[in-house]
């Protein structure tokens, strides 16, 4: 009776660890597993650095700029897998606008992968991170994956003409107020990063 008691008592044991170990590689809700999180917050945490310091640095009367949570839908068993953010701008009068989505007849589009950022691993579980725009030009995607901080390197120097427009919609609705295109930017501008990952629909975000 003690060795059936005993044996029932590892197997318990082993099943509790088992599940344990299963959670540390796992996330339940999110569908995805530890590794996979961990890239999605490292890449974009750094598309978001990029883009933020592109409108900080290019546009003044910016008191903040911010994110939405990183929107994930779709993965291994119902691709196609996607990752989407959408970035808020704050003018300095306090009036707040979230880039992408409609305006008027106009659709804007978020920032994430494909279109922004590409993430894998190597077959040594590796992180490979590329930002798909640098310094060198929009479409000269940059190495970033060693990067904690967006490299001076991966700085967005041409006009992104996407984001451009897209602010100048929420300036002409008056979303914005006195946000304009200026080379002295908005040095004060405070920039914070959102590395929250969510499952639904990022369009359905404000």
Not at 103 to 125: A, C, M, Q, V, W
Not at 142 to 159: F, G, M, R, W, Y
Not at 171 to 200: C, F, H, M, Q, W
């Amino acid at each position: 009776m003690k060795k059936k008691v005993f044996a029932i008592g590892v197997v318990f044991i082993i099943i509790i660890l088992g599940g344990i170990s299963y959670m540390t590689k796992f996330n339940i809700s999110l569908g995805l597993e530890r590794k996979e999180e961990k890239i999605i917050q490292h890449g974009f945490r750094l598309l978001e650095e990029q883009i933020g310091i592109y409108i900080k640095e290019n546009y003044s009367g910016i008191s903040k700029i911010e994110f939405s949570p990183i929107f994930i839908q779709g993965g291994k068993d119902n691709p196609p897998f996607t990752a989407d953010v959408l970035p808020v701008i704050y003018d300095e009068e306090g009036n707040r606008a979230v880039l992408g989505g409609q305006i008027g007849k106009t659709g804007y589009p978020s920032y994430g992968l494909l279109s922004d950022l590409s993430l894998d691993f190597d077959h040594n579980d590796n992180e490979i991170i590329y930002l798909e725009d640098s310094a060198n030009g929009l479409g000269v995607d940059i190495d970033v994956s060693d990067a904690q901080t967006l490299p001076e390197e991966a700085k967005i120097k041409n006009e992104l003409g996407g984001t451009d427009e897209n602010i100048r919609a929420l300036v002409d609705t008056k979303k914005l107020k006195n946000v304009k295109k200026d080379k002295t930017g908005s040095p004060k501008a405070k920039i914070d990063y959102n590395l929250e990952i969510k499952r639904g629909e990022y369009w359905k975000w404000d």
